[in-house]
Structures are given as C-alpha cells and as structure tokens.
C-alpha cells in the first residue's frame, strides 16, 4: 500500500503519498466553485496576487504578448508599472495587484464576475500557459520544506457557498480538483490518493 498514515499533535491526520502529505480535509470536505454568488472573489481578495512557481516566470515571458489584449487597461498599465509578475512579501513571486486588491490580470465579466485573463487568452488560443497552478488548485494550498510538500485545504468565509453547492452535489475537495492535481502531481499519485479515498470511504472503513 502506498500511502501512509502520520497524526500530528495538533490532531491533524495525513496521508503520505511520496513526499507529498495530503491533510484528510481534501478528502473529507466538499467544494464546487459557484461564481453566479461569490462573483470569483478569490481573484481579488487577500493581500497578494497568485502565487507563481518558478517554471512559470517564463512561461508569462514567453505568452504575455498573447495574454496583453484580453487584460483591462488597469491590469496593462499595472503590469508595465510593477512588471510581469513580483518578489512579494513572503519571499515567493506572485502576480502584481491593482492598488493592493484585484490580481492585475483578472477581468469583470458578464454579472460581474470576475474571469482570468491568462486563462481566456489559453481558451482563444492565443497562449500556451492555462493559468497559474496556485489558482487551478484553489482551494487547496502547498507548501514545501526540505524533505516534503504539503498539501492543505484552505477554508476561507468567501467560498462557502462553494461548501454548500459542493455538499449538495456530493464532490469533495480532490474530485473537484482532479484535472489540477493530476496536472501538478501526476495520474499515478492521484490514482494512489484516489484509491486511498475509496477504501476510506467503504461502508465498513
């Protein structure tokens, strides 16, 4: 068997994947984004933009010319000023903001909700660079030290109603991100956390 089992003393179980370990709210907690009621409230609240890997430098180098015309001239002129992306506060590079709130490279939509730039350019055909991992698995957050990656569900008051569509649809947080996931870690780790689930949730588990 692949995963393995490690009880913190702040009494939060994981599952050890590789060097991944994956908190048990992935599994247990349900989400399923519903925009039409928190208008993509995610791409403007907090105190920083998206968080970046590294690997993804590039990849804006490499498609903003693709990305430029579906951004708002807000989010251009914020670009030009602060530059592609920033080295933030916490030591990681993230996208720049617009006067400390909206990622500089979301757009109002239709009902006013609020869409990716980066990822309309992708779905036109224009770039080759979906959207930062950070947001495609959102709400999940990682974070690494020397010898493991961890993987948390991060539970945050704007996405309740995303609690609630996810509990009425019955998806929990890893189907609801399992293109993410897969895209991030692999298809034979997500098989292994999958597996993991199933057997958890067997009526005699």
Same mark, same amino acid.
């Not at 530059?83 to 490279?105: N, V």
């Not at 909700?113 to 660079?129: Q, R, V």
């Not at 870690?185 to 199933?198: C, D, I, V």
């Given at each position: 068997?692949? *995963?393995?089992?490690?009880? *913190?003393?702040?009494?939060? #179980?994981? %599952?050890k994947i590789g060097d991944t370990l994956i908190s048990?709210?992935? $599994?247990? +907690?349900?989400?399923?984004?519903?925009?039409?009621k928190c208008k993509?409230?995610?791409c403007?609240? @907090? &105190? $920083?933009?998206? !968080?970046?890997?590294?690997?993804?430098? &590039?990849?804006?180098?490499?498609?903003f010319e693709g990305i430029a015309p579906f951004l708002t001239e807000r989010g251009r002129k914020e670009i030009e000023r602060q530059g592609l992306y920033i080295f933030d506060l916490e030591g990681d590079y993230s996208t720049p903001t617009?006067?400390?709130?909206?990622?500089?490279?979301? %757009?109002y939509g239709e009902k006013g909700i609020l869409k990716c730039g980066i990822?309309?350019?992708?779905?036109?055909?224009?770039?080759? *660079?979906?959207? !930062? %991992? +950070?947001?495609?698995?959102? !709400?999940?957050?990682? +974070?690494?030290? #020397? #010898?493991?990656?961890?993987?948390?569900?991060?539970?945050?008051?704007?996405?309740? !109603?995303?609690?609630?569509? @996810?509990?009425q649809l019955n998806v929990p947080v890893y189907l609801f991100l399992r293109e993410a996931l897969v895209q991030k870690f692999g298809r034979e780790w997500?098989?292994?956390l999958e597996k993991y689930a199933e057997e958890k949730n067997k009526p005699d588990g």
């Amino acid at each position: 068997m692949f *995963f393995q089992f490690l009880i *913190f003393i702040h009494f939060c #179980t994981m %599952i050890k994947i590789g060097d991944t370990l994956i908190s048990e709210d992935v $599994l247990e +907690s349900y989400f399923v984004c519903d925009l039409e009621k928190c208008k993509g409230a995610c791409c403007v609240e @907090g &105190d $920083l933009g998206a !968080p970046l890997d590294e690997e993804e430098l &590039d990849k804006l180098k490499e498609n903003f010319e693709g990305i430029a015309p579906f951004l708002t001239e807000r989010g251009r002129k914020e670009i030009e000023r602060q530059g592609l992306y920033i080295f933030d506060l916490e030591g990681d590079y993230s996208t720049p903001t617009i006067d400390g709130r909206e990622c500089a490279y979301a %757009i109002y939509g239709e009902k006013g909700i609020l869409k990716c730039g980066i990822e309309l350019a992708y779905e036109n055909g224009k770039s080759n *660079f979906r959207k !930062p %991992i +950070s947001c495609h698995l959102y !709400p999940v957050r990682i +974070s690494k030290n #020397t #010898t493991s990656i961890a993987i948390n569900y991060d539970k945050w008051d704007i996405c309740n !109603p995303a609690c609630v569509l @996810g509990a009425q649809l019955n998806v929990p947080v890893y189907l609801f991100l399992r293109e993410a996931l897969v895209q991030k870690f692999g298809r034979e780790w997500y098989n292994q956390l999958e597996k993991y689930a199933e057997e958890k949730n067997k009526p005699d588990g």
